[in-house]
């Protein structure tokens, strides 16, 4: 059975739809308005071999702030719904990844409780004209409403776009290490409360 799941988030800021396929196979599109953003995102569908499909309507005539932080906040809940109870997964992922002279280290807990450890010291403060300290906001967004523990250490680098794009390979490829089915656990919920909730 496909895990999947589509969410829709309406506010007074942003009209939000994102669909996921966790037992996808990297499709991907995006209607957002922030073109580096969809970059990014493009990221985590292509390493993480999930679908995504996510269209936002947002006040980018104010700034991207408030969509981006709202596409992690609909993609979190997306993420939480598509993965129910979290039975026979893995629950853990981690990825190194490099890109030149940038690397990215990025370790995931499907635990259930919300967590988030972020290390990023980009090099500018603009890619283009996408604001570097929006990326927090997202993984926030995502983490908090996706109940997920996660540790994002950016290693080094240089170049800014380099240092985020490590970042979201690293977290794709996390992710879809932690959402893969181990044989092993069969029918079980990898935890010994029995339970992945907050």
């Known amino acids: 059975m496909m895990r999947s799941a589509t969410v829709t988030r309406n506010t007074n800021e942003t009209q939000i739809t994102v669909s996921i396929n966790l037992d996808g196979s990297g499709r991907a599109r995006f209607d957002t308005g922030i073109p580096f953003l969809e970059h990014m995102l493009d990221q985590i569908a292509r390493h993480g071999l999930i679908d995504l499909d996510i269209v936002c309507k947002g006040d980018l005539h104010i700034d991207d702030h408030h969509s981006v932080e709202d596409i992690g906040i609909t993609l979190g809940q997306a993420l939480k719904q598509a993965l129910g109870d979290c039975r ?7 990825a190194y990844v490099p ?6 280290r990025v370790v995931l807990d499907l635990s259930g409780r919300p967590g988030l450890v972020y290390q990023v010291d980009f090099t500018r403060a ?13 993984f926030h967004g995502l983490v ?5 523990t996660l ?10 776009h380099h ?9 794709g490829r996390a992710l879809r290490m932690a959402v893969e089915y181990d044989d092993r656990m069969a029918d079980r919920v ?3 409360k029995g339970v992945l909730t907050a």
């Open 88 to 94: 026979g997964i893995r629950r853990y992922g981690h």
């Open 99 to 104: 890109l030149d002279e940038a690397l990215s």
């Open 126 to 138: 603009l890619i283009g004209r996408f604001d570097v300290d929006l990326f927090s906001e997202f």
């Open 144 to 148: 908090n409403h996706g109940m997920l």
């Open 151 to 160: 540790h994002i250490d950016n290693l080094r680098g240089i170049n800014a």
């Open 163 to 171: 240092q985020a794009e490590t970042v979201f390979k690293a977290f």
């Open 190 to 192: 990898p935890s010994t």
